[in-house]
């Protein structure tokens, strides 16, 4: 996997903070905030599964924009 440049990380920050649920990036076992986009620099650098924990009120809108930015950018994302 490609590292993510600086605009997918804006881009996916962004989509993350239109929603009111919590979007939170799993790697190995740590956890990075998807709003946060100083979490998603020190992450989304390194190649490997990432998985994305969406629960809220909105989750199901948020997963669809979620896949559909990280698929713009070519990142791989497994959504559960």
Excluded: C
Aim: hydrophobic fraction near 40%; glycine fraction near 4%.
């Amino acid at each position: 996997m490609p590292s993510a440049n600086n605009t997918a990380i804006v881009e996916i920050s962004q989509t993350a903070n239109q929603f009111r649920s919590s979007i939170v990036l799993q790697y190995d076992n740590k956890y990075i905030d998807v709003k946060s986009i100083l979490g998603l620099f020190t992450t989304l650098l390194s190649s490997g599964q990432y998985e994305l924990h969406v629960h809220g009120p909105d989750e199901a809108e948020a997963k669809k924009a979620m896949a559909e930015v990280f698929a713009k950018h070519q990142l791989e994302i497994a959504i559960v």
